[in-house]
């Protein structure tokens, strides 16, 4: 806890801060209030999503301030890998068709929910 | 009034089984013969202030270990129920419906509530002083995932007598599970009981991360790290990793029963099979969860016995890494059935088997250690020499179970019961009861009775083996997982694995009475290194351990730490060096945050937000005190550590 021992006026904070709230603004305005198709609307606020966690790690959580960066990198990696397990992983797995409503599903190799939503 | 008597005879206790009366009466009883003990001996301050609001992670560790021996004793009367409901055809013991709701507790309290605080307790008690810390990262934290493990197995365990107990299996599957076919409070007792409990269980997982990583003494370095720290370290990685998968899986599940979200169900665009999907996403880790500490005890134990260091040592590490990432890459195979088709069912077959290899790695390595080591049996090795070809059995038919075409032949019938047990039992249960023995002077002072604890050792062991290995067989012959009833063909073996659960339950009670034995007779301790062979920093301190645990610590140069200082004539106690020694305070606060949770989410089990939302209000003010609690622990003075030092050394001590 004390290791935030610097006095000075914590400007870091404070653009990070302001940064947040104007991703964040805009994330919102690309899905609300744009008509872009779904594809870019999905793009778009992912890329706002990573630069976004960018911000956070090193204005807020002084990724860069320790001395055990190298642990610090090593969790996150993996952690991004579990992540991209659990994600891609349950997609790949959940799409075998059951899921398609209305025909008799189990096994059949279309993809979910057939196109029509 | 009458409206209430209703609902409170017709809702809400469970009523019309004499088992449960029975059961009822049993638990009132026993908790009035608890109260009118602590009040006689007016140990109630004592226990509040001794063990309640400790922070103290050698009495965590102990009451984690005494919770889970008492669920073992409850999933076991559990297991006994259903074998004596299956050991003849036409047995009318238990209903179908009180059988589905007791395998269903059996296996989460088994897992959840038994198998992982029993590891737990033991990674507590054990690894700061294996490291040389004096206690863990967080010591307030640790306290409050005690509370919350032991609110959250309050919870589930109420579930049988009031409002009933939750059916779906421990896995809990969707539909089944969800509020169309299964309304009314049960499921709601295991979606709140496990996601109470998981904040303990996550909160361990990042102190034992932080203290590893920060708290050990210079000199240890991390390849010179005693072989059941990194065992910890590990398991702590993959419970930060999995965990959080259940918890949201159980949040979204607990959106569908009691908000009315339809995520898991089959009308509207719910995906049942999401549930399966994110559920075992979270068991396959866990599994790992409960087998990695117990390797990590198995490693200790047989070098200790064998008078070794252990046997490639960096391959064992290594070998846990391995199977930390590959634990995460497998989930799939608990449904093959599903048919998700060639693709998917062969990548997740591959990946299973891959497992296999690091796992074989681990066994050559214990054998290696054994190979010339001038070994003696004690119990705790005893178990750690039964475990290696009984846990081989278990994971040779894991392989069998792995490849996805053969799996739809065993899936779901007792092969898969024996196997998951074979692993669980023999691994997981084996290695609780090989640590428990072994740290147990250093815990109490004095050892279990080595005569009881032969005895219980072989009745359980071939208890062990007379139970489940007809399983495999019952398997071949058609028998189908969580059935109540057997056909006439599977009596003669069904019955054999009942007498087999009997000599266990014979075994068990010889090492209950065995605790009691040697409470009263056994020789106390009188020096620090019980066993005579300690080879780690756990075996240095003094027999009782002083709170604080190590007065002085040496440099360490090497691994085995205790080895080298036996050699150069070092203790723990330098008494040219000895300074004071700052240590964390008692609090209070956990166990009421924790008490505040419990009401809430009691509320919410039964929807009833009156209660719920006072539950989470109070919940928040706790927390505000604790912010504003300044407490910044006490100071031993160098005095007192002397007196205590050479009290536990005797006096001439240097
Ligand atoms: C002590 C002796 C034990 C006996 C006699 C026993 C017996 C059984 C039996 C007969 C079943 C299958 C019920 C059925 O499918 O109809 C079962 C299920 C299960 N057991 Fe055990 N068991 C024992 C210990 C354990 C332990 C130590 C663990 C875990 C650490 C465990 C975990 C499980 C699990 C997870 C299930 C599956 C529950 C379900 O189907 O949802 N058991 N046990
Ligand atoms: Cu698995």
Known sequence: MSSHSE????????????????????????????????????????????????????????????????????????????????????????????????????????????GDH | MEAFLDFFFGEFLVTGQPLIYGAMVSIALGSITVIAVLTYFKAWGWLWREYITSVDHKKIGIMYIIAAIVMFVRGGIDAMMMRIQ??????????????????????????????????IGLMNFAVPLQIGARDVAFPFFNNLSFWSFAFGLALFNISFII?????????????????????????????????????????????????????????????????????????ALIIVFAFPILTVALALMTLDRIFGAKLFTLAGEGMPMMWANLFWLWGHPEVYIVILPAFGIFSEVISTFARKQLFGYKAMVY?????????????????????????????????????????GVKIFNWLGTMYRGRITFETPMLWALAFIPNFVIGGVTGVMLAMAAADYQYHNTY?????????????????????????????????????????????????????????????????????????????????????????????????????????????????????GVGRTLDWATATPIPFYNFATLPEFDSKDAYVGMKDKG?????????????????????????????????????????????????????????????????????????????????????
């Open chain 1, 7 to 114: 006095s000075r006026f914590p400007i870091k904070h404070l653009i990070g801060y302001i940064a947040s709230i104007v991703l964040t603004g805009a994330a919102a305005w690309i899905a609300l209030g744009t008509e872009l198709p779904m594809g870019w609307i999905v793009a778009g606020i992912m890329a706002l999503a990573i630069i976004q966690a960018g911000i956070q790690l090193f204005m807020f959580m002084h990724i860069t301030e320790t001395d055990s960066g190298g642990i610090q990198l090593g969790n996150m990696i993996y952690a991004f890998g579990i992540a991209g397990i659990i994600v891609l992983g349950s997609i790949w797995v959940m799409s075998f068709g059951y899921h398609d409503h209305g025909t008799d599903g189990g096994g059949s190799e279309t993809e979910e929910h057939g």
């Open chain 2, 86 to 119: 299956t050991s003849l055809p036409g047995m009318t013991f238990l209903d179908s419906q009180h059988y589905n709701e007791i395998f269903t507790t059996h296996g989460t309290i088994m897992i959840i509530f038994m198998a992982m605080p029993f590891l």
């Open chain 2, 163 to 235: 409002g009933g107990s939750p059916d779906a299996g421990w896995t809990n599957y969707a539909p089944m599970a969800g509020a169309e076919l299964n309304p009314g409070p049960a499921i709601n007792y295991y979606l709140l009981g496990l996601q109470l409990s998981g904040i303990g269980t996550l909160g361990t997982g990042i102190n034992f991360i932080v203290t590893i990583l920060k708290m050990r003494a210079p000199g240890i370095t991390m390849m010179r790290l005693p072989i059941f720290t990194w065992s910890t370290l590990i398991t």
């Open chain 2, 319 to 359: 070998a846990m890494v391995i199977i930390a990432l590959l634990s995460f890459l497998v989930w799939v195979h608990h449904f093959f059935t599903m048919g998700a088709g060639g693709g998917v069912n062969s990548f997740f077959s591959i990946t299973t088997m891959l497992i296999a290899v690091p796992t």
């Open chain 2, 415 to 531: 092969f898969l019961v024996a196997h998951f047990h074979y692993v669980l039992i023999a691994g997981t249960v084996f290695g609780c009861f090989s640590g428990l023995i072994f740290w147990y002077p250093k815990m109490f002072g004095h050892k279990l009775n080595e005569k009881l604890g032969k005895i219980f050792f072989w009745l359980f062991m071939i208890g062990f083996n007379v139970c489940f290995l007809p399983m495999y067989f019952l398997g071949f012959a058609g028998m189908p997982r969580r059935t109540y009833t057997i056909e006439p063909e599977w009596m003669p073996l069904s019955l054999t694995a009942t007498a087999g659960a009997f000599m266990m339950a014979a075994g068990f009670a010889v090492f209950v009475y065995s605790i009691y034995y040697s409470f009263r007779y056994a020789e106390r301790e009188t020096q620090g290194d019980s066993w």
């Open chain 2, 570 to 654: 070092e203790t723990t106690y330098d008494k040219s060096k000895v300074e004071e020694i700052h240590m964390p305070s008692n609090s209070g606060l956990p166990f009421f945050m924790m008490l505040a949770l419990f009401i809430a989410s009691f509320g919410l089990v039964w929807e009833w937000f009156w209660m719920a939302i006072p539950g989470l209000i109070m919940f928040f003010i706790v927390m505000g005190i604790r912010s504003f609690d300044y407490n910044e622990g006490f100071h031993v003075s160098t005095k007192e550590i002397h007196e205590i030092e050479q009290a536990a050394r005797g006096e001439d001590s240097k």
